[in-house]
């Protein structure tokens, strides 16, 4: 059975990626990613929180008599918050590469300008085969507009593209406003690809300890089906790569994705829950679908059901929203749903 895909300019062996998560923080657990089956592996984001952190302790301890304040430090979460340090995070990838034949995607969340270039650059230096921009920004200020907003999001990609040469994902979150818009003029920017979507971890309240609480939860495969409406659509108006990560599962799932037009698939609940042994189970029922349905590959049935494509394309659109609220009965004891 054929699986082969080619996401980022890269060719793989099929749409399995280890998506960005622990399971990559040190060697031997990179090596069973490759050994189980992953296609591509993606570290998880280096933030430039990290970085600030430790460049401001550099500075600290150079000029330890100086004026700079010690309670600086104060402002940036400790490092011990951190599984990987900047300087680790650059010898880990340079370890990686030697070590493994898979491609790695790096990942990098930034928020200025310097800390994007500066440190894409050092990843492609330590060989990075690709690098995932981590859009993961919460807007609070009023008088900052979606449109500036999503212009930050363009120009840090311009930025990026003119300092490095490995190609550009960009990981996003579903709550931009235009996100066909935003979609077309990044790859105007020079993107290579788009993953759909970051999971934005949104804290608890404990109303007993008067507290914000930080909250995580797995996935799971109905998160899915936000990607697969995003990905349906944007897939038939554009032309560059396109990822989903969230609520990828099964088997079954990977089949829905690529329908939708999606290049490559990114697991991390998954392999959380199951361990990276579950890529392997993950291929061989892939395998098993394609025949038991009559496909010879992923790439013929890849985008057939996108917006373009499908037989009704008002699903995807208002239409679809209007008739499900209209199709909505009340049962005799619960609720049902019906024609």
């Excluded at 940036?76 to 491609?103: D, I, M, N, T, W």
């Excluded at 020079?190 to 934005?200: E, K, Q």
């Excluded at 990276?276 to 790439?299: F, G, N, V, Y």
């Amino acid at each position: 059975m054929d699986l082969r895909t080619t996401y980022l300019g890269l060719s793989l062996p099929h749409p399995l990626i280890a998506g960005a998560s622990p399971m990559a923080d040190d060697l031997d657990a990179i090596k069973r990613l490759e050994d189980c089956g992953a296609a591509a592996i993606v570290f998880r984001s280096l933030f430039e929180e990290q970085i600030t952190r430790e460049q401001l302790s550099d500075v600290m301890y150079l000029d330890h008599y100086g004026e700079s304040s010690a309670e600086a430090g104060s402002y940036f979460p400790s490092s011990a918050a951190y599984a990987l340090g900047p300087y680790q995070y650059l010898e880990l990838l340079r370890k990686a590469k030697e070590a493994v034949h898979v491609p790695i995607i790096a990942s990098l969340n930034g928020t200025t300008p310097g800390g994007w270039t500066e440190y894409g650059k050092l990843m492609q230096d330590a060989g990075a085969d690709a690098l995932e921009l981590n859009i993961y920004r919460i807007v609070t200020d009023p008088a900052t507009s979606s449109a500036e907003i999503e212009q930050q999001v363009v120009d840090t990609v311009k930025q990026v593209k003119a300092v490095v040469s490995i190609p550009i994902a960009v990981k996003l979150s579903p709550f931009f406003a235009g996100l066909a818009h935003l979609g077309r003029e990044l790859e105007a920017a020079g993107a290579d690809g788009l993953v759909l979507f970051n999971r934005f971890y949104q804290p608890d309240i404990d109303p007993e300890e008067l507290s914000a609480v930080r909250s995580l939860q797995l996935s799971n495969s109905s998160e899915l089906l936000l990607r697969l409406h995003w990905m349906a659509i944007l897939s038939s108006r554009l032309t560059l790569s396109l990822a989903v990560t969230g609520g990828v599962h099964t088997a079954v799932d990977v089949v829905k994705a690529t329908m939708a037009g999606a290049h490559a698939t990114q697991l991390v609940s998954a392999l959380l829950h199951h361990g990276p042994e579950q890529l392997r189970a993950i291929l061989a029922d892939l395998s098993d679908w394609l025949e038991d349905h009559e496909w010879s590959s992923l790439s013929e049935m890849r985008g057939n059901l996108n917006i373009s494509r499908v037989p009704d394309p008002d699903a995807y659109e208002r239409a679809n929203y209007m008739l499900m609220l209209q199709s909505w009965r009340a049962g005799r004891e619960n609720g049902v749903i019906s024609d």
